[in-house]
């Protein structure tokens, strides 16, 4: 079986189910453009992936791990940019950042947590209903290593939330 390495874009994707990525991304853009006003407008990809790394509680060195770089060069960059913008947020206390679970721990304070109750966009995104169904089991035992192979189908129906777009005409007249 051959296992795909995961994109950038696949690192840390679960932050995006327990955060308010747009609103975390605009908060540290909105610093950068205070604190660098020539530089490139918005978050780079990789400010973004380092930041979700945070998001998802880990460390430096954890996101240095899963990008195949060094510790040290993970820290280092993101002393020179998020951890910058992160003290430009004017509602973050004063003191020296200090630690990369600050970032963490303010923003979970600050209510940037998504509400995972049934009254949240990610609460009604969750599927309704799901099956699952076997299809085959193979079992095989080759040079003393055994394996079980498991085919599988999985159907998920999620809510419906869309509108038509007679609505949205009547809604804007």
């Not at 995961?6 to 679960?14: C, G, M, N, Q, W």
């Not at 950042?97 to 304070?109: A, C, E, F, I, T």
Request: some cysteine; aromatic content about 8%; glycine content about 6%.
């Amino acid at each position: 079986m051959v296992t795909r390495k995961p994109t950038r874009k696949d690192l840390f994707a679960e932050a995006a189910q327990t955060w308010d990525l747009n609103r975390i991304y605009e908060l540290f853009t909105e610093a950068k453009r205070r604190i660098l006003p020539n530089a490139r407008q918005g978050l780079t990809d990789t400010e973004k992936l380092y930041l979700r790394g945070l998001l998802c509680n880990c460390s430096p060195s954890d996101i240095a791990r899963q990008l195949s770089k060094s510790a040290r060069g993970a820290e280092v960059y993101m002393c020179k940019t998020l951890y910058q913008y992160f003290k430009g947020i004017p509602e973050t206390p004063s003191d020296d950042v200090g630690n990369w679970r600050n970032v963490h721990q303010w923003l979970d304070k600050a209510g940037y947590k998504v509400d995972l109750s049934g009254d949240s966009t990610v609460g009604r995104s969750l599927p309704k209903d799901a099956k699952i169904h076997i299809t085959d089991i193979h079992f095989f035992n080759e040079n003393n290593n055994a394996t079980i192979s498991i085919d599988i189908n999985i159907k998920l129906s999620f809510p419906s939330e869309v509108k038509s777009q007679g609505e949205d005409d009547i809604a804007n007249d």
